[in-house]
């Protein structure tokens, strides 16, 4: 391997410090986030005690709703409002997927847009697209983004290639990465010459959720890889293993630097929650946002 290794446990740490030392200094109420988990996914159920232990460790409120998977769109939307009413809580994360019954657009876009944590909210969606500086941004590609910075380089004038175009993920991350005057392309399921247009990228951030897709000839020397993808695969030993979109070996000794999976873009996802949380509770108290939160 000869590319820098992009070390997203410890970025995530290092925001995950700095939001609980600013969390202690609070006299007053903490910032409070309410998760909403409906059903029995596994993976989901994970993610929900992952995000409760890092909310509760930076000393903010964690407020969990967990609802039987035959939960009704009414009494599902009525928890929403409650919770949009809550003085106690700045964030409301409605874990996705939701099950087949439940329309997950209109359960998002229930939720008050300035407790919106996931910035999943079509008011959110809008702001970011247009470039306004109060949109909430979601978790993932804003974790993307802080990884870069960090790295850095300069990213005005840069290619950016970004693979997948979900609303979660791959367009926010587009328009995020416009925002700092890169070059964007958005690739997905039906565009041609795919690896060759990966190539010309100086960063690449593949989020396709295909295992190990982006092999080292699409990758750039030098480039920047942000591996989003979290794949399970079964080991030829029958073990379930994790690994990102993009094949780390021959991908490493190709870029410049590259996020690992596990341990690059997923434990970023988790801090740019709580710092999202954070901005929602200065924004609501009127309490003072550090320069780092903005
Ligand atoms: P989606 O399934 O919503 O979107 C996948 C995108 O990839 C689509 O735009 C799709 O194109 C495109 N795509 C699929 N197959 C190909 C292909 N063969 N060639 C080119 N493009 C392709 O996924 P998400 O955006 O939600 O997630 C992407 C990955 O990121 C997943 O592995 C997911 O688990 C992971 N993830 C990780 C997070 C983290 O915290 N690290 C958080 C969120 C997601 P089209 O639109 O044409 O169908």
Redesign the pocket.
């Known amino acids: 391997m000869s590319a820098k290794l992009i070390d997203g446990k410890a970025s995530a740490g290092r925001v995950r410090g700095r939001i609980g030392d600013f969390v202690a200094t609070l006299s007053g109420r903490k910032p409070g986030l309410a998760v909403v988990l409906v059903g029995q996914d596994p993976a989901s159920q994970v993610y929900v005690r992952n995000k409760k232990r890092a909310v509760e460790e930076a000393g903010m409120l964690s407020r969990e709703h967990q609802l039987p998977e035959n939960t009704s769109e009414k009494d599902l939307l009525g928890l929403v409002q409650q919770l949009n009413a809550d003085p106690a809580i700045d964030g409301i994360l409605v874990q996705l997927p939701l099950p087949e019954h439940l329309n997950a657009d209109l359960v998002i876009d229930t939720i008050d847009p300035s407790k919106d944590v996931d910035g999943f909210h079509i008011i959110n969606a809008g702001k970011i697209a247009v470039g306004d500086p109060s949109a909430l941004v979601p978790?993932?590609p804003y974790?993307c983004l802080v990884m870069l910075n960090e790295l850095g380089h300069k990213l005005a004038g840069q290619d950016a290639v970004v693979?997948?175009?979900?609303?979660?993920?791959?367009k926010p991350m587009a328009s995020l990465l416009l925002s700092q005057s890169c070059t964007v392309t958005i690739?997905?399921?039906?565009?041609k010459n795919?690896a060759e247009t990966c190539r010309r990228a100086d960063i690449l951030v593949?989020?396709?959720?295909?295992p190990e897709?982006v092999i080292g000839n699409w990758v750039k020397p030098g480039a920047t890889v942000i591996d989003?993808?979290?794949?399970r695969i079964e080991t030829p030993e029958g073990k379930t293993k994790l690994v990102?979109?993009v094949h780390f070996e021959s991908a490493s000794k190709v870029a410049g630097a590259i996020t690992p999976?596990p341990g690059?873009?997923?434990p970023?996802?988790?801090a740019m929650l709580l710092q999202n949380t954070l901005r929602t509770f200065c924004l609501r108290e009127g309490v003072a946002t550090p320069d780092w939160l903005i």
């Not at 693979?163 to 791959?170: H, K, L, T």
């Not at 593949?206 to 295909?210: D, E, L, T």
């Open positions: 978790c993932t974790g693979m997948g175009r979900s609303n979660i993920v791959g690739v997905h399921s039906r565009t795919l593949a989020a396709v959720g295909r897709m989003v993808g979290i794949n990102g979109d999976v690059g873009v997923g970023m996802t988790i």
